[in-house]
């Protein structure tokens, strides 16, 4: 059974930074993706960041590149989510997800089928 519990979140000053951390459990080969998203209230959750537990693939979406970065501890199975120069609009609730078998890359972000229960991400100006 997949498992996937998000820490890291907290109250932050704009400009300023956090780790998300990615705990994972109860899945098997290289082909899964670890994936990043975020919803703020009254908006559609956003997918942010996407990794091969393989390491061979990296994805990002263009409102969070160069600011945000996703990264793995292999030994921990663990995925984190470092972000960097944060704003009040990224205040939101994120979440990591776990799509088995990689089929996210040809059905978009809403393929991931394993979700954790969210870490509240504040960021005030």
């Known amino acids: 059974q997949v498992q996937l519990v998000e820490s890291g979140g907290g109250s932050v000053q704009a400009g300023g930074s956090l780790r998300l951390s990615c705990a994972a459990s109860g899945y098997t080969g290289s082909r899964t993706y670890i994936g990043w998203f975020r919803q703020a209230p009254g908006k559609e959750r956003e997918g942010l960041a996407a990794?091969?537990?393989?390491?061979?693939?990296?994805v990002y979406a263009d409102s969070v590149k160069g600011r945000f970065t996703i990264s793995q501890n292999n030994a921990k199975n663990t995925v984190y989510l470092q972000m960097n120069s944060l704003k009040p609009e990224d205040t939101a609730m994120y979440y990591c997800?776990?799509?088995?078998?990689?089929?996210?890359?040809?059905?978009?972000?809403?393929?991931?089928?394993?979700w954790g229960q969210g870490t509240q991400v504040t960021v005030s100006s």
């Open positions: 990794m091969s537990t393989g390491g061979a693939n990296t």
């Open positions: 997800a776990a799509d088995l078998h990689g089929g996210w890359l040809f059905r978009g972000w809403d393929y991931f089928g394993y």
